[in-house]
Nanobody, 119 residues
């Protein structure tokens, strides 16, 4: 059994920072690629940032220069450092990870963490 849990969300004023964590636990051999997504009310879920198993990263244009995705393989955890937050960053943030387990590599979603940015 594998669990993927996000944490670190909260409420912050515009210009502030938050760091989200996405931690995998259970029968995890390895975490491969991971993506951070977000979904605002009434909008589709969108990819915010991604990181491959070798550490290559990519970002949505809307967050480039403000968000940083990183990983700690020893802790089976991926982070999203969010700086210079804007009200339009308000959303539920989810992580999605391709996790290698004894039965193969499967995609997992976390339950989401709310980020609210006030002006």
């Amino acid at each position: 059994q594998v669990q993927l849990v996000e944490s670190g969300g909260g409420s912050v004023q515009a210009g502030g920072s938050l760091r989200l964590s996405c931690a995998a636990s259970g029968n995890v051999f390895r975490i491969n690629g991971v993506g951070w997504y977000r979904q605002a009310p009434g909008k589709q879920r969108e990819l915010v940032a991604g990181i491959t198993s070798d550490g290559s990263t990519n970002y949505a244009d809307s967050v480039k220069g403000r968000f940083i995705i990183s990983r700690d393989n020893a802790k089976n955890t991926v982070y999203l450092q969010m700086n210079s937050l804007k009200p339009e960053d308000t959303a539920v943030y989810y992580c999605n990870a391709a996790i290698a387990t004894i039965i193969g590599t499967l995609p997992y979603w976390g339950q989401g963490t709310q980020v609210t940015v006030s002006s």
